[in-house]
């Protein structure tokens, strides 16, 4: 395997380096469990799920930490909107979330820690930081001295690639903030009235939001690890944040080998946002396009790169499975039918396909080894899809036995790479169905209707069926096995 993956500390594609061999240590910053998951935090999440599931197809081992933030002030603001602890908000949006994450196809972390499991671990390194002279007490809060961590480090700032002066303008201090310098950050938060609370050297509080994710990643992956991941929305920040007290903490540079972001999804081409009309859970949208055609939107489009989310792309990545599950359906029909005597034609035939879908998995892997490239890889996977479709309309002759060795190749080549990328074969495999049972069991009426009217003669009014069935988006096959009807 040659993965090269783009590092946002060096601004360059390169080689997946680990400091074992063929094992993958992997943090991925997780959710605030304060709302339904939308989304947008479905497609930063995906993103490392294909990577895993990548890695793992090439025979790695990952290890997959991935960490719920299950105190902070929104968790607490919407505890209060709805009459509930803190706690009962975090438990109720968590279970909805993996919930959504089991229905989205999505691999359970190997580790998913939670903050307020991690108060003392937490503690501990904020003492640490104190004593080492990279942080300051202040009125029951303490804040991360980023000037004295820069004159040991000289590098805050690097992997946004903003310059201090920068971060300056950004930087912004609460009026109940009392610390040296505005571009400081908070450690340990001094809790106000009728918020959750622990009890600390500083007092009653609790921690900040930049310090769980150091104090978790380094007790779960060590330092330094291979690989940190998240949303784009998170460079600065926080994952600045995190280096730096991670660095402090353990002298460590740089304390992750590879840094790597996921683009932002918008929706229609606006940022998503409850008071624009446009905020789409995860729950909603896998009600109304199933998880291969969320999947299969993600993937469309290269993980960096900005996403574009609409009604219409949805309906048309469901439109793509449709020819998934046709050509998949194409392959098995032929394979089932009856096997042709051999001819030098068909030896032939066998050897163009056999080759053309050895080279289309290699591209398919050169695709997924530059950068995690799903939208090129799904590119070469179509072409396969493509080709079975071809032998399913075009090749009338039933298939010799080196063709349907050559077909036999194509279906189980197409439902492994499928599976790599983490569509569900066994639903694309399944007999398509329509939305509820009364439509689909007219469907099937009409069928038979049209059957026993070919058996009669009455080929003008079968043909009439299946024309209307045709305008309303159903094609009728007549196989050998009997009439089958699909999407079009």
């Known amino acids: 395997m040659n993965l090269r993956l783009y590092n946002t500390r060096t601004r360059q594609k390169e080689p997946l380096q680990t400091r074992e061999p063929n094992v993958l240590h992997m943090y991925i910053c997780g959710l605030t469990p304060y709302d339904s998951m939308h989304i947008g935090h479905a497609r930063a999440f995906m993103v490392y799920d294909v990577l895993r599931r990548y890695l793992e197809h090439r025979g790695w081992r990952v290890i997959h930490v991935q960490n719920w933030t299950d105190i902070d002030d929104k968790i607490i603001q919407r505890a209060n909107e709805l009459g509930i602890s803190a706690r009962e908000v975090a438990e109720r949006f968590i279970a909805e979330a993996e919930g959504d994450c089991l229905n989205l196809g999505l691999l359970q972390p190997t580790i998913a820690p939670r903050v307020t499991e991690h108060i003392p671990d937490i503690i501990r390194a904020v003492q640490t930081l104190i004593d080492k002279g990279y942080a300051y007490?202040?009125?029951?809060?303490?804040?991360?001295?980023?000037?004295?961590?820069?004159?040991?480090?000289?590098?805050?700032?690097?992997?946004?690639?903003?310059?201090?002066?920068?971060?300056?303008?950004?930087?912004?201090?609460?009026?109940?903030?009392?610390?040296?310098?505005?571009?400081?950050?908070?450690?340990?938060?001094?809790?106000?009235?009728?918020e959750p609370f622990w009890d600390s050297p500083w007092g009653k509080g609790r921690p900040g939001w930049h310090i769980e994710c150091?104090?978790?990643?380094?007790?779960?992956?060590?330092?330094?690890?291979?690989?940190?991941?998240?949303?784009?929305?998170?460079?600065?920040?926080?994952?600045?944040?995190?280096i730096a007290q991670s660095q402090a903490l353990t002298n460590v540079k740089p304390i992750v080998t590879c840094w790597m972001h996921a683009g932002v999804l918008t929706v229609s081409g606006?940022?998503?946002?409850?008071?624009?009309?446009?905020?789409?859970t995860l729950r909603d949208a896998l009600k109304r396009h199933g998880k291969n055609a969320l999947r299969?939107?993600?993937?469309?489009?290269?993980?960096?790169?900005?996403?574009?989310?609409?009604?219409?792309?949805?309906?048309?990545?469901k439109a793509s499975l449709r020819r998934i599950r046709t050509a998949l359906e194409v392959i098995r029909n032929r394979l089932a039918s009856e096997t042709e005597e051999e001819t030098e034609e068909s030896k032939e035939r066998a050897t163009e396909l056999t080759q053309f879908v050895?080279?289309?998995?290699?591209?398919?892997?050169?695709a997924m080894d530059d950068d995690l490239n799903t939208a090129e890889a799904l590119g070469y996977l179509f072409r396969m899809v493509g080709?079975?479709?071809?032998?399913?309309?075009?090749?009338?002759?039933?298939?010799?036995?080196?063709?349907?060795?050559a077909l036999n190749l194509l279906g189980k080549r197409l439902t492994n790479l499928l599976s790599v990328l983490g569509l569900d074969v066994a639903e694309l495999e399944a007999p398509e169905r329509l939305e509820d049972a009364l439509s689909e069991q007219l469907l099937n009426l009409l069928i038979e209707v049209r059957g026993q009217l070919r058996q009669r003669k009455f080929f003008d009014l079968a043909d009439l069926i299946r024309s209307k069935l045709g305008e309303l988006g159903i094609a009728l096959e007549d196989t050998p096995q009997g009439t089958r009807w699909r999407r079009v």
């Open 137 to 194: 007490a202040r009125g029951g809060d303490v804040y991360f001295d980023v000037s004295r961590y820069e004159s040991e480090f000289h590098d805050y700032g690097l992997l946004s690639g903003q310059s201090r002066d920068e971060l300056m303008a950004g930087a912004r201090v609460a009026p109940d903030e009392d610390k040296d310098d505005p571009i400081d950050f908070a450690l340990w938060k001094s809790a106000k009235p009728n």
């Open 214 to 242: 150091s104090v978790m990643s380094l007790k779960y992956l060590g330092a330094p690890f291979d690989l940190h991941g998240g949303a784009t929305d998170l460079v600065f920040p926080h994952h600045e944040n995190e």
């Open 270 to 280: 606006e940022k998503m946002s409850k008071s624009l009309g446009n905020f789409v």
């Open 296 to 317: 299969l939107l993600y993937l469309s489009t290269h993980y960096r790169s900005p996403l574009d989310y609409s009604e219409e792309r949805a309906e048309g990545a």
């Open 358 to 366: 050895e080279e289309s998995t290699r591209l398919f892997y050169e």
């Open 387 to 405: 080709a079975a479709l071809t032998v399913g309309t075009t090749i009338k002759e039933l298939p010799s036995r080196s063709e349907k060795v």
